[in-house]
């Protein structure tokens, strides 16, 4: 079946602008995670969804940061006023449930680059 | 607390040998430790995956082994292969939520 998609798979934007980043979770699954990964870094942990409902947003690094899940499938990341240190691959997971026994199933990554 | 060291960062196998990486974490509450495989411009996808009351796990070439008292878990790639290079990445949750990833070892299998 389809995988997590995410859309856009590049975005350029310049400093200040408002970007939205969207993610298809795989059908069915009711987690929905976001995680940012720099170059030569592991994915680093923003915001988890369970159902409509951020079940965890401690990771967020900021208030520029939000996301959204309305219908509790699509998933979009909002970043506002980007700065230049935004500039990461921002990676979408997806799992059947969050619990231990639910492996995360992720996309291929939005990379946003901020000039 | 919540970090996940791992090591080596970056490792260079002849095809055949076995491609060890290692990984310790500090919390205690950490459930479930899975290993990722990522490829260049792709999202990182799950490997094989290990629970705190089992100390080996082996799937394929792929096996986990867990030391719960010294809290470090590894990685063994048996008989490696040019198409296992790749970017590893151990990972750790409490109850399948906020997974903490290490900083990845990049793999080189030579032919």
């Known amino acids: 079946g389809a995988g997590v998609s995410q859309t856009p798979s590049n975005k350029v934007t310049e400093k200040g602008k408002y970007v939205e980043l969207r993610c298809d979770p795989i059908?069915?699954?009711?987690?929905l995670y976001w995680y940012r990964q720099s170059l030569g870094q592991g994915p680093e942990f923003l915001i988890y969804?369970?159902?409509?409902?951020?079940?965890?947003d401690s990771g967020l690094p900021n208030d520029r940061f939000f996301a959204v899940r309305p219908e509790g499938s699509v998933s979009t990341l909002k970043i506002q006023r980007t700065e230049r240190g935004d500039s990461a691959v921002y990676l979408c997971?997806?799992?059947?449930?969050?619990?231990?026994?639910?492996?995360?199933?992720f996309g291929n990554g939005t990379r946003l680059t901020v000039t | 607390q919540q970090q996940v060291k791992q090591s080596p960062q970056s490792l260079i196998v002849q095809k055949g040998g076995i491609s060890i990486i290692n990984c310790a974490y500090e919390?205690?509450?950490?459930?479930?430790f899975p290993w990722y495989q990522q490829f260049p411009g792709k999202g990182p996808a799950l490997l094989i995956a290990?629970?705190?009351?089992?100390s080996e796990k082996k799937e394929g070439r792929f096996t986990i082994s867990f030391n719960k008292s010294a809290k470090q878990f590894s990685l063994h790639i048996m008989d490696s292969q040019p198409g296992d290079s790749a970017t590893y990445f151990c990972?750790?949750?409490?109850?399948?939520?906020?997974?903490?990833f290490g900083p990845g070892t990049r793999l080189s299998v030579l032919p």
């Open positions: 997971a997806s799992s059947l449930n969050a619990r231990g026994n639910s492996p995360l199933h």
């Open positions: 919390n205690t509450a950490f459930d479930y």
């Open positions: 969804f369970q159902g409509t409902g951020a079940a965890d």
């Open positions: 290990i629970r705190p009351d089992v």
């Open positions: 990972a750790a949750s409490t109850g399948g939520q906020n997974f903490v």
């Open positions: 059908s069915g699954h009711t987690a």
